[in-house]
């Protein structure tokens, strides 16, 4: 049997498969055997009322999961379908409680990355599939990442090459009146304002579903991480080197400085570029066990909100 019938075959069978999207690597379950999605919680050890996101096939699929459906949904469907938006929508009374953390809402994406359309498409349903990272970890952008991170909790892994948003899909609430956006992604508030109508509110309300990116300390790697603004990034640089520590700086020029206890990585002027390399940078300064990462905080502007938001939450464990 060739892979993607395997794959599907396996999903079948209750069993998990990491597969590539087009944004990070996710640790799949059948969404409607709760067998099966018990153990995607048990592989990433990640809190059991922490909702899910089911991946479809296509847009056709879309009232299977959720109900009162807005004209809205179909119209960003129809614009950014398949592609990195996850939509939250009123749920299905049949949606299972452990892909919902048992709220009235069900999160629903189509990814784009042909191996994901293909298995889902084989597979023929939803999909349940988190990153497929140890929860509060660095999600996966390679299937390298996925087999260090989880190893034999997962039954197979589908190598479809580094993903190319590399950071997670931008999560849109339509479950209310007013749209917001509780994650943000590469697909960022402007562009879904054009087909919305009105600019999407960032950050969830109080009475908002909760959202295990929310959560400060998400996206961590293990080495303590420094966000630093620019203007004081050459004195900080110093000042770690001083005290003795080894450290490895990010910042989007040429190194100013040579030190045996420094190395240096220079980033992308790029936000697409830089999402693209964020996590698997992360990884690979991780992997060096220096004492001490310290990065150059990209603009505060539009076009850098999604990987602000991851590097801000990385850099808040270290605090
Ligand atoms: O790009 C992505 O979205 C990747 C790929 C694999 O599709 N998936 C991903 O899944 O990032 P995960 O589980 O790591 O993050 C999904 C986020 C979580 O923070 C979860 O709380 C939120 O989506 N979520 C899922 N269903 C929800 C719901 N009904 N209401 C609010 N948040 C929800
Ligand atoms: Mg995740």
């Known amino acids: 049997m060739s892979e993607i019938p395997r794959a599907a075959a396996a999903l079948r069978a209750g069993e998990l498969v990491a597969f590539p999207t087009e944004t990070v690597y996710g640790l799949g379950a059948d969404a409607t055997n709760p067998a099966a999605v018990a153990m995607i919680f048990a592989a990433k050890g990640r809190p ?62 189509v990814p784009t990355h042909p191996l994901a359309l293909q298995l889902l498409n084989e597979f023929g349903g939803g999909v349940a599939a988190p990153s497929a990272n140890r929860f509060g970890h660095v999600s996966p952008t390679t299937a390298d990442h996925v087999r260090d991170e989880l190893g034999s909790a ?35 508030a402007a562009r879904l304002g054009e087909v919305l109508g009105e600019v999407p509110l960032l950050g969830a309300n109080a009475g908002a579903p909760r959202v295990s990116g929310s959560l400060e300390s998400h996206y961590a790697p293990t080495t303590p991480l420094r966000l630093v603004a620019e203007p004081e990034f050459d004195a900080a640089l110093r000042d770690a080197l001083r005290q003795g520590l080894s450290v490895v700086a990010m910042a989007p020029r040429a190194s100013a400085a040579s030190h045996p206890k420094l190395f240096w990585q220079t980033s992308s002027t790029d936000p697409t570029r830089y999402a693209h390399d964020l996590y698997a940078s992360l990884r690979r300064f991780d992997s060096m066990q220096r004492d001490l990462i310290l990065i150059a905080a990209p603009p505060v502007d539009e076009t850098w909100c999604a990987v602000n938001d991851r590097l801000r939450r990385a850099a808040a464990e270290a605090k």
């Not at 299977?64 to 129809?78: Q, V």
């Open 48 to 109: 059991a009322d922490h909702p899910l996101i089911v991946h479809l096939p296509g847009t056709s699929h879309l009232e299977r999961w959720a109900a009162e459906i807005p004209d809205s949904a179909y119209r960003l469907a129809a614009a950014f379908w398949p592609g990195p938006l996850t939509l939250i929508l009123k749920r299905q009374p049949t949606v299972i409680d452990l892909i919902t953390g048992a709220q009235a809402t069900v999160g629903l994406r």
């Open 154 to 188: 997962v039954n197979m892994v589908l190598d479809g090459g580094p993903c190319d948003v590399g950071i997670e899909s931008t999560i849109l609430d339509l479950s209310s009146t007013t749209p917001r956006i509780l994650r943000p992604g590469m697909l960022d």
